[in-house]
């Protein structure tokens, strides 16, 4: 049972490291997912989003 077809990781994480930064992935699914409750999407702002409203502030997404 394979749960992704490929996972790209951030060329600078490095999970070894106890400093946290560049700990993103993008995983791609073998299989569709149904949202839920419980499932939902995580949203990048777009390429039109003024960018005053996104550099430099912290955000956080977390998941299992």
């Known amino acids: 049972f394979k749960l992704f077809l490929s996972r790209y990781y951030h060329e600078s994480y490095n999970g070894d490291s106890i400093?946290?930064?560049?700990?993103?992935a993008i995983l791609v699914l073998a299989s569709n997912v149904t949202l839920s409750d419980t499932i939902k999407l995580a949203c990048l702002p777009s390429a039109s989003t003024d960018s005053t409203n996104v550099l430099n502030k912290n955000t956080v997404t977390t998941g299992w």
């Open 19 to 24: 400093v946290v930064g560049n700990d993103i």
